[in-house]
């Protein structure tokens, strides 16, 4: 829905992997055959007091089954999956003295 610049040097610094994914199908050919749909789940990682159900912080091996779990069913090969986590920094920002959570994907 929008794009951001971010400098070369902050990307090195704040990922250890980039991955471009390139989504158009242009061929008319296959249009009628081959769809993308689209799903979306919202839920969040938050951190909660210490040893609670709602201390959901991330990628933590101690509290990773009290994340958000979900399954998907990929029923055919040639079928592909694209997954997309993210970090709102408006409320997680530096500048509010806080760092990027861990996120655990499996």
């Not at 199908?25 to 040893?51: C, K, Q, T, Y």
């Not at 990628?59 to 089954?65: F, K, V």
């Not at 920002?93 to 655990?104: A, D, P």
């Given at each position: 829905?929008?794009?951001?610049?971010i400098p070369?040097?902050?990307?090195?610094?704040?990922?250890?992997?980039?991955?471009i994914c390139?989504?158009?199908?242009?061929?008319?050919?296959?249009?009628?055959?081959?769809?993308?749909?689209?799903?979306?789940?919202?839920?969040?990682?938050?951190?909660?007091?210490?040893?609670?159900?709602?201390?959901?912080?991330?990628?933590?091996?101690?509290?990773?089954?009290?994340?958000?779990?979900?399954?998907?069913?990929?029923?055919?090969?040639?079928?592909?999956?694209?997954?997309?986590?993210?970090?709102?920094?408006?409320?997680?920002?530096?500048?509010?003295?806080?760092?990027?959570?861990?996120?655990?994907?499996?």
């Amino acid at each position: 829905k929008s794009e951001f610049w971010i400098p070369l040097d902050d990307v090195v610094s704040q990922f250890t992997e980039l991955v471009i994914c390139r989504l158009l199908n242009r061929n008319p050919f296959a249009l009628a055959r081959r769809r993308w749909h689209e799903s979306a789940w919202v839920d969040n990682w938050r951190s909660g007091a210490r040893g609670t159900t709602g201390d959901r912080s991330g990628g933590a091996e101690e509290t990773m089954l009290r994340n958000p779990q979900y399954i998907c069913d990929i029923k055919k090969q040639e079928e592909e999956l694209l997954v997309q986590l993210m970090q709102y920094h408006e409320f997680n920002s530096e500048s509010n003295g806080f760092t990027n959570f861990l996120i655990g994907f499996f």
